[in-house]
């Protein structure tokens, strides 16, 4: 209605304090470890790795670096594509013999006991672990522990996850919907344009394979986004 009126419409992002999230300054984090995305200094993320792990009583590859780690932090709602993620996961898991998934969030009963179900599972309980809870602290953790942030949201008006995410030196594979277009497939993540279980898991696949053979590449992209939301946002 607004453009058959003629009328023109301009959008503003949110934007972040990025100093909470800043991992070259610990003392303002809480992290454990110092790293730095935007030189290629990211040691650290592998200590925080290894805290994690210790945190959430992981075994299998949730500790080690050289398997890829995929997180999702958020409500648990449809809104939020848990859906889509859980069906993704299993997926993934059934195909691909080393990704690692960690969930963080608490939400709808029936999101939280599909999530639980998946990580108590035998064929993934190695392989998927889930804290149900709301815990800004563990949240920051898991973001500087992770390799790739999953944001499968229906709908998103801009998205402050993969802000963070980015600051903390994790790569967003997102649904390309709504305020999440800011990421740019190849340059600050990875993106997906169907919103299905197929779908997300395709993009898992291919960040997956980056983190594999084009580790120049990954490293890129993680300092890509790190200095695009310090410019812009």
Known sequence: ??????????????????????????????????????????????????????????????GDPSVPLFAFIGRLTSQKGVDVLAAAV??????????????????????????????????????VFFAQAYDPALSKLIDAASD????????????????HAQLLGCIPVVHRVGGLVKVEDGVTGFCYDEHSARGLAQAVRRAAAAFRTDPAGLDRIRRQGFERVFGRY
Do not use: M, Q
């Open 148 to 163: 790739f942030l999953l944001i499968p949201s229906v709908y998103e008006p801009c998205g402050l996850t993969d802000f």
């Open 1 to 62: 209605a607004l453009r058959e009126a003629g009328i023109p419409l301009a959008g503003i992002t949110n934007g972040v304090d990025t100093a909470p999230y800043d991992p070259r300054s610990p003392a303002h984090t809480g992290l454990p470890f110092r790293f730095d995305p935007s030189s290629g200094d990211v040691e650290g993320r592998k200590g925080c790795r290894r805290e994690l792990a210790a945190r959430l009583g992981g075994g299998g590859g949730l």
């Open 90 to 127: 299993r997926i993934c898991i059934a195909e691909d013999s080393s990704a690692v998934f960690v969930v963080l969030g608490e939400g709808e009963k029936w999101a939280e006991d599909a999530l639980r179900a998946l990580a108590a599972d035998p064929h993934s309980r190695d392989r």
